[in-house]
């Protein structure tokens, strides 16, 4: 029983080993390009939108006979709570992904796997509910609500609003790298079972 | 263990290792799934709510509902999909149960589908949270009014769909982390 069993078994061990063989090195060339990736994208989304700043001046008539005042208005994107929350939650798939990098870059042991998979399980859930977060304020802010009064504000802050969309865009790509993330190694490990 | 030898005589695939079998929990999870979708969209769907509302002089009588906002009418949609998902999956490992040969196969589907669902459900109670949360604060800076003063019953619905949603997503994560430690455990080591 013990030959028969470690003869079935012969295929899969001469591709164990330290690296794993050729599929080995495949799967962790990819996870460390995927990481990398991840790490620069969510970087990028959260600069770019937090270095968004324009200021617009606007007419207000006070009195009728007088000429309307030109005041200055800002944009900045804290004083939106779901941009605030946009920032925060690609800062930290951002410190997520240069983490699991590091720890990538060595050998994997068995328990960090399967911590690296939970944390990265919850940086997907983290990531989309940002993006939704996010883009559902840039619609709002683009559309307006007539139903309760709420006023588009994009013809105004025109710059900020495209920033604020590219940024978006950016940050919807991290969160599919992020995902695939998840997925690859499963598919490969599955490969190397079948 | 008579299945076993013969596999071996007949030098086809090995058997993978038996691994941890859960596939029982697999079907409660995707069950409470289906619950908290169903649950999450009967309450939003259910929140229209009509209010006398001083408008440009007079008393008019206004409506809230969820077809007014984007961002809960795909709230609305996501949650129908997650809920079809969940049924159809829960159907798919009682299947399974029945019939183990299939289980990698429908490992791999699992994890797969199950991703791609919770990024549907997250950007969802994302969405619709931040516009509630919008609804609930106002936001000084851009001149948008809170309506949940006026429109409470609404707003409460929003916030108990809102917070089963959040209970739908944390049953998605422990789904793909229960196929993850499945996946691991077979993996010969």
């Given at each position: ?51 968004d700043?324009?200021?617009?001046t ?26 605030v ?9 951002c410190?997520?992904?240069t ?46 609500n007539s ?6 504000v994009?013809?105004m ?15 919807l ?5 992020f ?12 490969k190397?079972?079948? | ?17 038996a ?5 029982k929990?697999?079907?409660?999870l995707?069950?409470?799934?289906l619950a908290?979708?169903?649950?999450a ?11 006398l ?10 409506p ?19 809920g ?16 183990p ?9 699992f ?10 459900i997250?950007?969802?109670t ?16 851009v ?41 691991y ?5």
């Amino acid at each position: 029983m013990e030959g028969q069993r470690k003869g079935s078994f012969n295929v899969m061990e001469e591709s164990e080993g330290n690296g794993k063989g050729w599929r080995g090195s495949v799967v962790r060339t990819c996870d460390l390009v995927l990481r990398l990736l991840a790490f620069l994208l969510t970087l990028v989304a959260a600069v770019v939108i937090g270095a968004d700043k324009q200021t617009a001046t606007v007419p207000i008539k006070l009195v009728e006979s007088m000429p309307p005042l030109y005041v200055p208005v800002a944009a900045k994107w804290h004083y939106l709570s779901a941009f605030v929350y946009f920032v925060g939650a690609n800062a930290m798939a951002c410190a997520y992904a240069t983490l699991s990098l590091l720890l990538s870059i060595g050998n994997r042991r068995k328990w960090m796997e399967t911590v690296i998979t939970v944390l990265d399980t919850l940086m997907v859930a983290l990531l989309f509910s940002s993006n939704g977060a996010a883009i559902a304020v840039g619609l709002l802010g683009l559309q307006g609500n007539s139903h309760v009064h709420w006023n588009k504000v994009c013809n105004m802050f025109g710059k900020f609003c495209d920033q604020v969309a590219a940024s978006l865009f950016i940050s919807l790509l991290g969160s599919i790298t992020f995902l695939l993330l998840l997925l690859l190694p499963q598919l490969f490990r599955l490969k190397q079972t079948t | 263990m008579a299945s076993t030898d013969i596999e071996y005589k007949s030098s086809s695939t090995p058997p993978p290792p038996a691994g941890v079998d859960y596939f029982k929990v697999h079907v409660i999870l995707r069950f409470l799934l289906l619950a908290a979708s169903v649950v999450a969209l009967g309450v939003i769907v259910s929140s229209d709510q009509t209010e006398l509302v001083l408008f440009q002089g007079t008393l008019v009588p206004q409506p809230a509902k969820f077809q007014h906002s984007p961002a809960f009418v795909y709230f609305v949609a996501a949650f129908s999909v997650s809920g079809l998902y969940a049924l159809v999956s829960a159907l798919a490992s009682i299947a399974v149960i029945q019939q183990p040969e299939f289980k990698l196969k429908f490992l791999l589907n699992f994890i797969f589908w199950d991703t791609l669902i919770l990024g549907i459900i997250a950007s969802a109670t994302g969405a619709a949270g931040t516009v509630a949360y919008i609804g609930l604060k106002g936001n000084s800076h851009v001149g948008w009014i809170k309506v949940c003063n006026v429109y409470d019953k609404f707003c409460r619905h929003l916030a108990g769909s809102i917070a089963v949603a959040l209970f739908g997503s944390i049953i998605t994560v422990l789904l793909i982390w229960l196929s993850a430690f499945t996946i691991y455990s077979r993996v010969p080591k």
